[in-house]
Every structure is written in structure tokens, then in C-alpha cells.
T-cell receptor, first 113, second 112 residues
Framework: ETGVTQSPTHLIKTRGQQVTLRCSSQSGHNTVSWYQQALGQGPQFIFQYYREEENGRGNFPPRFSGLQFPNYSSELNVNALELDDSALYLC????????????FGQGTRLTVV | QQQVKQSPQSLIVQKGGIPIINCAYENTAFDYFPWYQQFPGKGPALLIAIRPDVSEKKEGRFTISFNKSAKQFSLHIMDSQPGDSATYFCAARLSGTYKYIFGTGTRLKVLA
């Protein structure tokens, strides 16, 4: 176990709705990244947060947004859901700056219908 | 280019065989190359990783070979077991960030 927990594990939403996914980082980790993994594909980087600030972003539209809280837990918000947003959403936490490891949670399986 | 190309897409070996998974990259701004193992319904788990100044790293039955000039790296699994059946992803980290670029994955099946 990596100590990174995500909730919920599964979620079904309707196109156009909004969704919030949550991640609890491993203790002592101040960096969290979010990834989208479509079926049969590798994870795609969405964005990263370091000490509550967005610190890098991949090729995802602004309707994908996030938050990191003082306790380093994190949220991923997706507005105006589209069918193509159906995927496994993974968060990964990393120790303090300088570390190279990223530890992934089990993910949230989002289905948009 | 920020792509990492991974092959083969799938692989079947007999128990005890040595599956080899290959990855290639173009961007020289990568500074760390991990391999992840993913079982169905689970998140990726870090297996082994290498930096570009090292040509080979071995941990247990897993070995990474790294060819910096060719911009290629590969994973070898010695004495493979049915429990190794999973999807394997190579990845590369952009220097100075925590942004990882993943390959498309290799589905490995080890027959008993």
C-alpha cells in the first residue's frame, strides 16, 4: 500500500454535470499530481500542486481544476462533463522537493453517461 | 517531443521466461525513468527506476537497461512468474518537475 487514498472508488455521472474527486496524500508529502488514464492507455498528466499552488499543467481544458489543502489533501474538479471524460483518475503524491518518487492511489473510476 | 514509445503492446511468456519490454524517448529533458506495474482495478505501483547516468540497475528479478545515446531503456523480468501478469508502464520525468510522461503500456501474461 502506498498510503495514498482516493474517494470515491467508482462514480457515474451524466454528461454536463460536475464532479469532485478527492485524494489524501501520503503523510509528509507536499506535492500531489493528478492523472487521467483512459481504458487501455497510460496515465496522462493533468496538473500538479505543490504547497497549495498549481505547479504545472498538462494539455487539459480549464474545466479541469484542482485544489490542495493545508493538510496536503487534494481535490480534482471537472465541470461540464463529457463522455470522453470517462476514465480512471489517479492521484500521486511525492515527498518534499527533490524526491523523484511518485506514489499512486488506487484511482477513481468515473463513468459519464 | 514529450512522447515515450513503448513496445510490445502485449506479451505472453512461459513461467521462468524472461520478458523484455522496451521504451524509447526523444526529449533529452527527461531525468528519471521509472517502471510501474499495474494490476486490474489498481493504481500503478513503482517497480524500479533509473537515472540516465546509469546503464543498468537490478532489483531482485527486475532489471532496467538504459542506453542514453540511443534514448532507449528496457525492463527485463528474470524467472517470470504467473503473479507477474500485469500491465507494465514505462515513464519519464521532465527535469525539475513531477510531470511524468507514460508509455502506452504492455500487457504481460505469464503462463503457469
Amino acid at each position: 500500500e502506498t498510503g495514498v487514498t482516493q474517494s470515491p472508488t467508482h462514480l457515474i455521472k451524466t454528461r454536463g454535470q460536475q464532479v469532485t474527486l478527492r485524494c489524501s496524500s501520503q503523510s509528509g508529502h507536499n506535492t500531489v499530481s493528478w492523472y487521467q488514464q483512459a481504458l487501455g492507455q497510460g496515465p496522462q498528466f493533468i496538473f500538479q500542486y505543490y504547497r497549495e499552488e498549481e505547479n504545472g499543467r498538462g494539455n487539459f481544458p480549464p474545466r479541469f481544476s484542482g485544489l490542495q489543502f493545508p493538510n496536503y489533501s487534494s481535490e480534482l474538479n471537472v465541470n461540464a462533463l463529457e463522455l470522453d471524460d470517462s476514465a480512471l483518475y489517479l492521484c500521486a503524491s511525492s515527498p518534499t522537493a527533490g524526491s523523484t518518487e511518485a506514489f499512486f492511489g488506487q484511482g477513481t473510476r468515473l463513468t459519464v453517461v | 517531443q514529450q512522447q515515450v514509445k513503448q513496445s510490445p503492446q502485449s506479451l505472453i511468456v512461459q513461467k521462468g521466461g524472461i520478458p523484455i519490454i522496451n521504451c524509447a524517448y526523444e526529449n533529452t529533458a527527461f531525468d528519471y525513468f521509472p517502471w510501474y506495474q499495474q494490476f486490474p482495478g489498481k493504481g500503478p505501483a513503482l517497480l524500479i527506476a533509473i537515472r540516465p547516468d546509469v546503464s543498468e540497475k537490478k532489483e531482485g528479478r527486475f532489471t532496467i537497461s538504459f542506453n542514453k545515446s540511443a534514448k532507449q531503456f528496457s525492463l527485463h523480468i528474470m524467472d517470470s512468474q504467473p503473479g507477474d501478469s500485469a500491465t507494465y508502464f514505462c515513464a519519464a520525468r521532465l527535469s525539475g518537475t513531477y510531470k511524468y510522461i507514460f508509455g502506452t503500456g504492455t500487457r504481460l501474461k505469464v503462463l503457469a
